[in-house]
């Protein structure tokens, strides 16, 4: 297999990718051209927000090709249809064979969580130094968010092992709002939670969280955010973002029992007073709700025991 990569200025990449998979490219990559430079600035965007930056002026396109096409003569074939290429610079890699499986499988790393937690994907192994009583969950990547990689999920799971702890002499009823993967909803339910109730908008997430619940023999309930949620609750956890978290305020408080626990994260740290606010009119009877964990730029925010 070869790669031929060039650059463009990026409002062209739409139109050049479908040219050259007409011309016979297995795939055509879009990239920025200069990233990590200096003077780059991070961009985060999230639904109900308007984003009308443009992310990067000009892109590398790495065009991918296999063994019966010849790098060379698909270039020239191009250029001839658009003769703004004929000057350009173009590098022509040749591919050597990759176990991909082990390559995609070394990006996932496994997770531990104190000395109570270990989350890793199923071709991992736990750590010889793992507690005898650590609880092991297995998760493999999927269409759904969370595998444990991120920050938010570990201050998440931090959390949520000290919120249960700390009520662990009660009959816990816990929501996890988001569910994703049920890498949280299945974790309560591991470390002792008596019922447990994963929700999310994504028909895919709420198949995959049953499905992950029952390969880890974890008993939980799965419903779309669409269906009434019966409240309340001990715990409520929800890992999403911000705009829909400020949306979800006034509902999420109000299934918290008094002097539940309330735990949000999927938040920046700048966005964390804005969240707060939002929450303020809805948490009376609730402890003080404040910033509790920050991790690589993000927050986790709950109530204070």
């Given amino acids: 297999m070869h790669e031929l990569v060039f650059e463009t200025n990026a409002a062209d990449t739409d139109e050049i990718s479908d040219d050259l998979i007409n011309l016979g490219a297995l795939s055509v990559t879009v990239e920025d051209a200069h990233s990590n430079a200096l003077s780059e600035q991070p961009i985060f965007g999230e639904p109900g927000m308007p984003l009308d930056i443009q992310a990067w002026p000009r892109s590398k396109v790495i065009v991918l090709l ?10 020239q074939r191009f250029c001839s249809e658009d003769e703004r290429f004929t000057t350009a610079i173009v590098e022509i890699r040749k591919l050597c064979d990759q176990d991909w499986v082990a390559e995609t499988q ?6 531990t969580i104190g ?33 444990g990689s991120h920050a938010t999920t570990q201050l998440c799971l931090e959390q949520l092992i000290h919120a249960i702890d700390r009520q662990r ?21 591991k470390l002792g939670a008596d019922d447990v109730l994963a929700v999310d ?12 619940a029952i390969a880890n023999q974890a008993e939980i309930t799965t419903q779309a955010a669409a269906e009434p949620i019966v409240g309340p609750f001990d715990i409520v956890v929800a890992n999403i973002l911000s705009q829909p978290l400020k949306v979800l305020a006034p509902a999420l408080a109000r299934l918290v029992r008094p002097k539940g626990s309330l735990l949000l994260s999927g938040i920046l740290a700048r966005q ?4 707060l606010e939002a929450y303020r009119p809805s948490v009376q009877h609730l402890n003080p709700l404040g910033v509790l ?13």
């Fill in 66 to 75: 296999d063994d019966t096409t010849d790098p060379a003569d698909l270039w």
């Fill in 201 to 212: 908008i994504d028909p895919i997430a709420v198949t995959t969280t049953r499905d992950n």
């Fill in 272 to 275: 964390a007073e804005e969240i």
């Fill in 115 to 147: 000395s109570r937690l270990w989350v890793g994907p199923h071709w991992a192994t736990p750590d010889a130094g793992l507690a005898a009583d650590a609880l092991v969950i297995r998760l493999d990547p999927g269409m759904a968010f969370g595998t």
């Fill in 169 to 189: 002499d009660e009959r816990l009823r816990v929501l996890d709002m988001g569910c994703g993967s049920g890498i949280l909803a299945i974790s309560c339910k």
């Fill in 293 to 305: 964990q920050e991790r690589e730029g993000w927050v986790c925010i709950g109530t204070r025991e």
């Fill in 106 to 111: 070394r990006q996932f790393s496994p997770l």
